[in-house]
């Protein structure tokens, strides 16, 4: 059994910074990327970023420069910064993990439940 857990979402002012973070536990063998997605009210699920590897990292076009995701391997952590933050990017933030566990050899897709990042002044 793979638990995501997020945290970290919140209210913050047009222009704030806000921190995101998601924890991998259970039967992992390895995780071999990780990705943060947003949903906004009444739109799909739009990928944020990822990262595979320990630096092979990809932005949604638009947030490249202002999104930063990083992770922790000993800690089975990723973490998105988010700085310049606008209202359009207020959201659901979902993490998502490609993860081998312990009984098998080939990666699947875990999902956090989300944590909500409101961007209002």
């Known amino acids: 059994q793979v638990q995501l857990v997020e945290s970290g979402g919140g209210l913050v002012q047009p222009g704030g910074s806000l921190g995101l973070s998601c924890a991998a536990s259970g039967n992992i063998r390895t995780i071999v990327a990780w990705a943060w997605y947003r949903q906004a009210p009444g739109q799909g699920r739009d990928l944020v970023a990822r990262i595979a590897g320990s630096d092979n990292t990809q932005y949604a076009d638009s947030l490249r420069g202002r999104f930063t995701i990083s992770r922790d391997n000993a800690k089975n952590m990723v973490y998105l910064q988010m700085n310049s933050l606008k209202p359009e990017d207020t959201a659901v933030y979902y993490c998502?993990?490609?993860?081998?566990?312990?009984?098998?050899?080939?990666?699947?897709?875990?999902w956090g439940r989300g944590t909500q990042v409101t961007v209002s002044s």
């Open positions: 998502k993990a490609d993860i081998v566990d312990t009984g098998g050899w080939h990666p699947a897709a875990y």
